[in-house]
């Protein structure tokens, strides 16, 4: 409120009014900011060749990627609503462990990329087998060697499922 007086003091000294001629607060005690609102706005030089400029560049500028996505064979089921994959519940993934977290991590992709490989939104979509990420595990396994980065290489993982997340939200039209 203090700040509104602060602004509106210069502006109601200029159209010669005294802010304790105010109305009273009961009436309006938004009237002068009203006035202000209503007041014609200036114009900064926008011309029609500025317009159409603009117009061209919205025109020409790049679209979302969803537009590119295939669409779902199935409705959209929210994952919460999903019995958790068979294997998942195990102590190497439920383990209060790096390797455990890794594996997670591993699996949001997991989950992420075989909604989109099998463009199934509904639970069985959504709860990707356990022996994907087994897969993924075998394969960073191959190129880091058995002492891989497990935090790293798991960051490597979340960050690309949050990519995915929303080309999955996309291609279901609701959330995950």
Same mark, same amino acid.
Request: proline share 4%; glycine share 6%; hydrophobic share 40%.
């Given at each position: 409120?203090t700040l509104?007086?602060?602004?509106?003091?210069?502006?109601?000294? $200029?159209?010669?009014?005294?802010?304790?001629?105010?109305?009273?607060p009961?009436?309006?005690?938004?009237? !002068?900011?009203n006035?202000?609102?209503?007041? =014609?706005?200036?114009?900064?030089?926008?011309?029609?060749? =500025?317009? $159409?400029?603009?117009?061209?560049?919205?025109r020409?500028?790049?679209?979302?990627?969803?537009?590119?996505?295939p669409? =779902?064979?199935?409705?959209?089921?929210?994952?919460?609503?999903?019995?958790?994959?068979?294997?998942?519940?195990?102590?190497a993934f439920q383990?209060?462990?790096?390797e455990? $977290? $890794?594996?997670?991590m591993?699996?949001a992709?997991?989950?992420?990329?075989?909604?989109?490989?099998?463009?199934d939104?509904?639970?069985?979509?959504?709860? =990707?087998?356990?022996?994907?990420?087994?897969?993924?595990?075998?394969?960073?396994?191959?190129?880091?060697?058995k002492?891989?980065?497990?935090i790293?290489?798991?960051?490597?993982? !979340?960050?690309?499922?949050?990519?995915?997340?929303?080309?999955v939200?996309?291609m279901?039209?609701?959330?995950?």
């Open positions: 409120m509104t007086a602060v602004i509106a003091l210069p502006v109601w000294r $200029a159209q010669g009014q005294d802010p304790a001629q105010r109305e009273a009961a009436e309006n005690p938004f009237a !002068a900011l006035r202000l609102a209503g007041e =014609a706005m200036p114009d900064f030089g926008a011309s029609e060749h =500025a317009e $159409a400029s603009e117009q061209d560049f919205l020409l500028s790049p679209q979302s990627d969803s537009q590119d996505l669409k =779902a064979l199935t409705e959209n089921v929210p994952y919460s609503t999903c019995e958790k994959a068979e294997g998942f519940e195990t102590e383990a209060s462990t790096v455990a $977290a $890794a594996r997670r591993i699996y992709y997991v989950r992420q990329q075989h909604v989109l490989d099998t463009r939104c509904t639970c069985a979509g959504k709860a =990707a087998p356990v022996g994907l990420v087994e897969e993924a595990v075998q394969n960073v396994e191959a190129t880091e060697g002492d891989w980065n497990r790293a290489i798991g960051n490597d993982y !979340a960050a690309k499922a949050r990519q995915l997340r929303d080309q939200e996309a279901c039209g609701g959330a995950f």
